[in-house]
Nanobody
């Protein structure tokens, strides 16, 4: 199983980025997907999740209204569209997958993790 996260980079505050997570060995029509992030000196935290039944989504309060998680079943990818980025969004972003119909906000609830992609938002 491999989850390959990409799309990170340097962006100014107020800008946008789109992260992608390409999966092999699992399929997002039977696994829920999620994005977590970890800023320097902080714990890894939940950002957004998408369930495999119906594509139900949930978000951390800090990103609600700015970030959108989605998936492409045919490509077996999960995405995170990030708009109105803030310096406090700076972190390494990780994608994760779990074999359950709903995403979880707990990092302990996931079976597989990607390697992370760095997002840096300058002020």
């Amino acid at each position: 199983v491999q989850l390959q996260a990409s799309g990170g980079g340097l962006v100014q505050a107020g800008g946008s980025l789109r992260l992608s997570c390409a999966a092999s060995g699992v399929t997002f029509n039977s696994y829920s997907g999620a994005w977590f992030r970890q800023a320097p000196g902080k714990e890894r935290e939940f950002v957004a999740g998408i369930g495999w039944i119906g594509g139900s989504t949930n978000y951390a309060d800090s990103v609600t209204g700015r970030f959108t998680i989605s998936r492409d079943i045919a490509k077996n990818e999960v995405y995170l569209q990030m708009n109105s980025l803030k310096p406090e969004d700076t972190a390494v972003y990780y994608c994760a997958a779990r074999r359950y119909f709903l995403a979880s906000e707990s990092r302990g609830g996931y079976d597989y993790w990607g390697q992370g992609t760095l997002v840096t938002v300058s002020s």
